[in-house]
């Protein structure tokens, strides 16, 4: 080999050192641990002051981050400290500025999304192992809900347990400084606490009402993991009269329901790590024409939904689409706020 060819080889060889010197994780990088029932964060407590965020504009019926800016200001002001997402987020501008705002998140993993980053394919590591270190992440969560649907993995949940259960083992021999959680539908029954034992926090989908008081003893009594609500609250559409609350567009009845939501979530800190409340602005996409916002879609196991026990799918955000505050908001705001500490 010639001078000129070993001279560009060593290069090369340097170039490629340089390159994965600089991937390593930052020296600064947040360690996110379980102690007892708290997720903690570089060893001091940490409150999931949450909401689930899946930005999708009008007309569309895909996710994008082009008003990050104006929604990162809002969320701050709202005391919000994390975000939910139910897709990996890969655009390191995007994790960056949540950073910057001082906001953590919770990053979701489909189990089948043809390969992008899932569960089924096992992509879902490759995102794990190129952003384990990235100080946005607080939790890696697998699923959304898969529990209201058998039809899914050939009518056996076994085989969705077994599938998240060895998704969890592979994400904590790679990262060994952020738990996984999963988003189950309500409280996990023997057979999926049995077939999880790698889950480290529950998080749950709990919509009893405008009250959720009772998930807390009764997770209590199965399980000694940290565990959070998911998702919770209420929307701003009434499609029956009931009690004080008027049919059709109703803030108040939003309002009044997320109230007295977060009040019990706070009230159970000994034993829940908090909420990422649904939703953060709503969503056009869900129920019709994506131009506009319509009346209807459906969710399981949505009976729950106060005050008429219909989820009014695009009705759900603390903000409206063109981010203008609902009257949600303020009490979100405040209830955040409110609340400075772990018990």
């Keep these: 080999m010639k001078k000129n060819s070993l001279l560009v080889l060593l290069l090369t060889v340097i170039g490629i050192a340089g390159a994965l010197i600089s991937y390593k994780a930052p020296k600064d990088s947040d360690k996110v641990s379980i102690s007892g029932r708290k997720i903690m964060v570089n060893d001091a407590p940490y409150l999931i002051k949450g909401i689930c965020y899946h930005p999708v504009s009008k007309g569309s019926d895909q996710r994008a981050f082009e008003n990050l800016s104006q929604d990162l200001k809002l969320m701050k ?10 897709a990996p987020i890969d655009d390191i501008e995007v994790l960056n ?16 999304q043809n390969g992008n980053f899932d569960i089924l394919s096992g992509s879902f590591l490759d995102y794990v192992n190129k952003y384990k270190s990235h100080k946005a992440i607080l939790l890696w969560e697998l699923g959304n809900e898969y529990n209201y649907h058998p039809e899914w993995f050939d009518g056996d949940l076994k085989n969705w347990y077994t599938a998240m259960n060895n998704a969890a083992e592979l994400i904590q021999k790679n990262d060994p400084d952020h738990p996984v959680t999963t988003a189950h539908g309500e409280l996990p029954d ?40 998911s998702e919770a609250g209420g929307d701003s559409y009434m ?67 106060p005050y008429d026990g219909t989820p009014n799918e695009e009705f759900w955000g603390i903000v409206d689409i063109d981010r203008n505050k609902k009257a949600t908001y303020d009490i979100v705001k405040k209830k955040y706020k409110q609340v400075t500490e772990v018990k």
């Design 77 to 86: 002001e709202a005391g919000i400290n994390t975000i939910r997402v139910y």
């Design 97 to 112: 500025a949540v950073d910057a705002a001082g906001i953590k998140i919770i990053m979701g993993f489909g189990y089948n």
């Design 190 to 229: 023997a057979t999926a606490l049995s077939a999880c034992p790698n889950i480290d926090v529950w998080g749950m989908n709990v919509y009893r009402w405008d009250d959720p008081a009772e998930i807390y003893s009764q997770w209590a009594k199965v399980s000694n993991k940290p565990m959070y609500l």
């Design 239 to 305: 499609t029956v009269a009931r009690d004080e609350y008027k049919e059709g567009v109703n803030e108040k009845a939003q309002a009044d329901a997320n109230a007295k939501i977060l009040e019990i979530v706070f009230d159970n800190l000994d034993v829940g790590s908090g909420v990422t409340l649904f939703s953060f602005t709503d969503g056009w996409w869900k129920a019709g024409n994506n131009d506009s916002q319509d009346i209807g879609g459906w969710a399981p196991n949505s009976t729950g939904v």
